[in-house]
Nanobody, 115 residues
Framework: QVRVVESGGGLVQAGGSLRLSCAAL????????MGWYRQAPGKQRELVAI???????NYADSVKGRFTISRDNAKATVYLQMNSLKPEDTAVYYC?????????WGQGTQVTVSS
């Protein structure tokens, strides 16, 4: 069983920065991908950034150039550095871990960007 634990959300002014962390805990054997999704009120959950085993990275167009995803394989942890934040980045951010073909989600962390 894999447990996903996120941290790092909060309230920040527009133009500011936040760093999210996500750790996969438990019996970790083979992580296929780790990524961040977000869901704003009244909207569907969307992909923000994902890093796939082997190093391939994808970003949503809306965050390219502002957000950076990175991973520490030894710690089974993924980070999301968010710079130049905008009010439209306000959402609950969820970490997703694809482990041996199964998806695991964190509980979500709120990111609020004030204008």
């Amino acid at each position: 069983q894999v447990r996903v634990v996120e941290s790092g959300g909060g309230l920040v002014q527009a133009g500011g920065s936040l760093r999210l962390s996500c750790a996969a805990l438990g019996s970790i054997f083979s992580i296929n991908a780790m990524g961040w999704y977000r869901q704003a009120p009244g909207k569907q959950r969307e992909l923000v950034a994902i890093i796939i085993s082997g190093g391939s990275i994808n970003y949503a167009d809306s965050v390219k150039g502002r957000f950076t995803i990175s991973r520490d394989n030894a710690k089974a942890t993924v980070y999301l550095q968010m710079n130049s934040l905008k009010p439209e980045d306000t959402a609950v951010y969820y970490c997703n871990v694809l482990h041996e073909g199964y998806n695991y989600w964190g509980q979500g962390t709120q990111v609020t960007v004030s204008s």
